[in-house]
């Protein structure tokens, strides 16, 4: 019975981890959001320039936030 519940404890961790690593991939903080910000007004819509900036971000995940946060209907 102890293997089965030290069992049941790993997959929970796991899946508490996997949970938060894909809440922090879509969850921009603060500064992130405006150096995207700042970086956009700067040089436009260079994504890999801007992920450079900031660590651990690709410029795909940027892109989509802008255009889900920022993009305008026409």
Partial sequence: MADSEQSSTDDNIVDSQEETS????????????????????????????????????TAEEIEKYWNTRYATSE
């Avoid at 992920?51 to 971000?57: L, T």
């Fill in 22 to 57: 894909k809440k922090s991939k879509h969850e921009f903080s603060e500064d992130e959001e405006t150096l995207i910000r700042r970086m956009y007004n700067l040089v436009g819509e260079r994504w890999n320039l801007i992920a450079g900036r900031i660590p651990g971000r």
